[in-house]
């Protein structure tokens, strides 16, 4: 679970970045905060993995106070980070760039076979796992990017516009993505973006203006749009 009560975020110069933000997510919800760009999205989520400090108020993850960590990398391993640019090593083959993290902790080659293989499937690119990056296309190389960030299994995953590199097509099919992991493998998902066809895919919304949640629609409440086009 993740809960805000009445986080502030202010800079050095006096710019406002977040005010009075309440927010409660439930383990295993799916949730999309949309607003226009340097409405506090990016901040948010920030906050959330520890990137930024905030000027006041609480924020708990797991009931976790997180503002009276001093050690948060426990934490941060048990959250998924992805963000526009998938940031894929080229030097390395796409099993490779999966496994860096696991290889990094200590996993057995046999665990890491496990894990990766698992991850590339559920984002549909076991076939790609010798490709090298520049060989896959920005879609692809995004879904990468999701596979590394739940190769850990994550009971959080925080995306910060994933798609904003992405043509309207390849958009939509990594939001169909995100929601199919949700689905299947019930992680809490947080996932910042501007692209209001979010909507279509009837998970609950937040919308952030001017520093501020000025709508948080749960799913039977938002109007239909039809089916998602793929």
């Known amino acids: 679970m993740i809960e805000l009560y009445r986080v502030c975020k202010e800079y050095s110069n006096g710019q406002l970045a977040l005010k009075d933000i309440n927010l409660h997510v439930p383990m295993g919800q799916m949730v999309f905060l949309i607003g226009e760009s340097g409405a506090g999205k990016s901040t948010l989520l920030k906050i959330l993995y520890k990137g930024e400090e905030f000027t006041s108020g609480r924020v708990l993850i797991g009931r976790v106070d997180i503002s009276r960590l001093i050690d948060y990398s426990q934490l941060r391993r048990r959250i998924g980070l992805i963000f526009q640019d998938a940031s894929l090593l080229p030097h390395l ?9 696991l290889r990094a902790q200590g996993a057995s080659e046999r665990e890491i076979r496990y894990r990766v293989e698992g991850a590339l499937n559920v984002v549909g690119l076991l076939d790609k796992a010798k490709e090298m990056p520049q060989h896959l296309s920005g879609g692809e190389r995004q879904r990468v990017g999701i596979a590394r960030a739940i190769v ?3 009971p959080i995953l925080l995306a910060d516009e994933p798609t ?3 043509d309207p097509v390849n958009s939509l099919k990594i939001f169909q993505l995100f929601k199919e992991i949700n689905e299947k493998l019930q992680m809490t998902m947080v996932i910042a973006t501007h692209d209001p066809r979010v909507h279509q895919l009837r998970k609950r919304i937040v919308q952030i203006s001017n520093n501020q949640i000025t709508m948080d629609t749960e799913p039977s409440n938002l109007p239909m749009f039809g089916s998602l086009v793929l």
């Open 152 to 154: 850990t299994n994550p």
């Open 164 to 166: 904003g590199n992405l």
């Open 93 to 101: 083959t796409v099993f490779d760039n999966v496994a860096y993290i």
